[in-house]
Antibody, heavy 120, light 106 residues
């Protein structure tokens, strides 16, 4: 079965950093684009970033560009999101999601999410 | 940036009702639109992609259609398990989600 499992969330002070990880299994990880999507509890979904299979193509939402860095380790079947200069408005549940092989950004498998809270 | 406007924000319905939710894109996105269902405390679940293609395992009472920049999700006969929040998402350029439609019991 396809699984993606996030970890690394927690409480961090404004201006701090956090690295999220996503362990993938049950599919050929290197073949798929992978994404991060976030959701403020009780609010809507916001796409954050994506990375292609070999890590050579990366895109960010405006809110993440310059502060967040997405990467992947295909040997470990793991996706990462390094988040720096965190702000209160980055507080959200962060979902690791599987995209497609083609690059079309719809998402057929989601993790359970990891909560990031930015607060002093 | 491509914006997606979803309506209504809330639908009050009864079991057995036929319901429609609409998303309008700010520019042409061809058929690059998906629909998701999200239940409280859970991750979203893909229902439809490419505007009208039903994801494997999704009941056939769900369907999607497109006309220009307007997209519709239809549930032909609402079941108790369908009370949830529904989101559309364009993926012509990156991904942008609609604001969500909460389907609640009348």
């Amino acid at each position: 079965d396809v699984q993606v499992v996030e970890s690394g969330g927690g409480l961090v002070q404004p201006g701090g950093s956090l690295r999220l990880s996503c362990a993938a299994s049950g599919f050929t990880f290197i073949s798929y684009w992978m994404h991060w999507v976030r959701q403020v509890p009780g609010k809507g979904l916001v796409w954050v970033s994506r990375i292609n299979g070999d890590g050579s193509r990366i895109t960010y939402a405006d809110s993440a560009r310059g502060r967040f860095t997405v990467s992947r380790d295909n040997a470990k079947n793991t996706l990462y999101l390094q988040m720096n200069s965190l702000r209160a408005e980055d507080t959200a549940v962060y979902y690791c999601v599987r995209g497609t092989i083609s690059g079309a950004s719809y998402f057929d498998h989601w993790g359970l999410g990891t909560l990031v809270t930015v607060s002093s | 940036d491509i914006q997606v406007t979803q309506s209504p924000s809330t639908l009050y319905v009864s079991v057995g009702d036929r319901i429609t939710i609409t998303c309008r894109a700010s520019q042409s996105i061809n058929h690059w639109l998906a629909w998701y269902q999200q239940k409280p405390g859970k991750a979203p679940n893909l229902l439809i992609y490419e505007a009208s293609s039903l994801e494997t395992g999704v009941p056939s009472r769900f369907s999607g259609s497109a006309s220009g920049t307007e997209f519709t999700l239809t549930i032909s006969s609402l079941q108790p398990d369908d009370f949830a929040v529904y989101y559309c998402s364009q993926y012509h350029t990156d991904a942008t989600f609609g604001q969500g439609t909460r389907v609640e019991m009348k």
